[in-house]
């Protein structure tokens, strides 16, 4: 096996992940299989393992962590009671009058969610199962329907407070808040993109998104005007009060999370929708998203121990800092690894498994500060991106399981296409103009 078989012990383990494997397990085994071996056979120091437990320990006392279930209970509870459905309701019938209007909502309801739930399958189900029906009914283009709700959902995973930027926060190094700030400004640029595609494509192909027949538009404007107010402005409320806090500096992402979490509690009971079942379905799929978040991390932390004994940071790095073209080379390849990857394993497995490798090669190169938080909206941007990628896109699998019959596979798969290319050149426009990132900061 040589002197340093670092390469083979990550090509275990990326053969194991494809041949279906959960991710966890594929980690911790491959780092415990390649622990003992490298014992055996004398190229490896067990003193790294009497480490493990004490990197455990600091995962279970990390701080910001806990803003992983606090955030992921404040949007389940407000999909499972119901409240984004009344949004989508509402913000349909007040943009319905409009030439793809339908769209405008989905987009801004997405915007809304994905600052609510920071969860991209909660969105993109809750979106799906209610307004997909509808815009099928009043005529939309299958694909664009699909395509809309499928970018719309991925906002979830750049728009703050986003589990994917606690997640990068923690494997960079970096401040929960910063990467908040940081991500808001490309967040609203993408929401903004697709909503001027959408009235792009309303103007030039108007039987694609037609607006709501004037039989069926609300006759007391006035009442439904009140009506979305009465239904936006808690949530919204909700939203600033959450990200103010943290951008302030009055509460830590994670008392932040909490009190998002006890302000969904009273938004579901002044709505009477706190019920025993949307209570106990929300904390089991907390849990449940938890647990796996966590068990990722440990299995991610033995990886990274046995990596390091077998030397293969340092043969990463290396190769990383001395790609042609420096700072350049390493975005490039970083951009490419996590697009290509990102269209066949999670987010959560990309940020473990990929990010200890990248940080100490983009520190080596400069990256450091402000930049880091810039290097970490990136990666959120193009994870966001992979999202929607064929033929492993997260979202299509999620709305697949929402979406009529009627609609195939390969619909969806056209209509998310000029949404990748929209975020695409959304991720160009934050590696290009680092401002987006810094100006918050």
């Known amino acids: 096996m040589g002197d340093s078989p670092w390469w083979i012990m990550f090509g275990v383990l990326f053969a194991l992940i494809f041949a279906g494997y959960p991710v966890a397990f594929c980690l911790g085994g ?10 055996q056979c004398d190229f490896f120091d067990w003193a790294y393992l009497g480490l493990f437990p004490e990197r ?18 404040m949007g389940t509870l407000l999909q499972r009671s119901k409240l984004a459905e009344d949004l ?8 319905g009058p409009v030439r793809g209007g339908l769209a405008l909502a989905v987009v801004f309801v997405g915007c809304l969610l994905a600052a609510a739930t920071g969860v991209v399958g909660a969105s993109v189900v809750a979106m799906g199962a209610i307004s997909l029906p509808i815009m099928l009914r009043y005529g939309y283009s299958q694909s664009l329907a ?3 709700i499928c970018a719309s959902g991925t906002l979830g995973q750049i728009v703050p407070p986003s589990i994917v930027l606690v997640v990068l926060a923690d494997q960079l190094g970096q401040s929960v808040g910063d990467l908040f700030k940081g991500a808001l400004l490309p967040g609203l640029l993408l929401t903004g993109m697709f909503a001027l595609y959408v009235l792009v494509i309303a103007w030039l192909r108007p039987g694609k998104a037609p607006a709501i027949p004037v039989a069926e538009r609300p006759a007391n404007l006035r009442a439904l005007a009140l009506t979305s107010l009465r239904v936006m402005l808690p949530p919204l409320a909700l939203i600033l009060i959450v990200l103010g806090s943290i951008f302030l500096g009055i509460a830590t992402p994670s008392e932040a999370g909490a009190l998002g979490s006890v302000g969904a509690l009273v938004l579901a009971g002044l709505h009477r929708r706190l019920t025993r079942k949307a209570l106990a379905q929300t904390m089991a799929e907390t849990m449940r998203l938890t647990t796996m978040v966590m068990t990722l991390l440990v299995g991610a932390t033995a990886f990274t121990l046995v ?34 990857l990102g269209c066949f394993i999670d987010f959560f497995e990309i940020a473990f498994i990929l990010l200890p490798l990248l940080v100490p090669a983009a520190e080596a ?4 500060g402000q930049e880091m938080v810039w290097f970490g909206v990136m990666i959120a941007m193009n994870l966001q991106t992979s999202f929607l990628t064929p033929p492993f896109g997260f979202t299509l699998f999620y709305l ?20 990748i290319l929209i975020q695409l050149v959304a991720l160009v426009c934050v590696i290009a103009f680092p401002e987006l990132v810094t100006t918050l900061l």
């Open 30 to 39: 491959t780092a415990l299989m390649f622990a003992l071996l490298g014992i």
């Open 400 to 419: 697949r399981g929402v979406a009529p019959p009627e609609v195939k596979t390969a619909t969806m798969y056209r209509g998310v296409v000029p949404f």
């Open 365 to 368: 190169l400069g990256i450091q």
């Open 146 to 148: 699909t395509g809309v």
């Open 56 to 73: 455990v320990f600091g995962i279970m006392s990390n701080q910001v962590l806990l803003a992983v279930p606090f955030f992921i209970f």
């Open 88 to 95: 989508l309701h509402t913000i349909g019938l007040l943009f």
């Open 307 to 340: 990596f390091r004994g077998l030397d293969g940071d340092l043969h990463v790095r290396e190769m990383l800092t001395d790609l042609p073209g420096g700072r350049v080379g390493l975005l490039v390849a970083t951009n490419l690894a996590v697009f290509v």
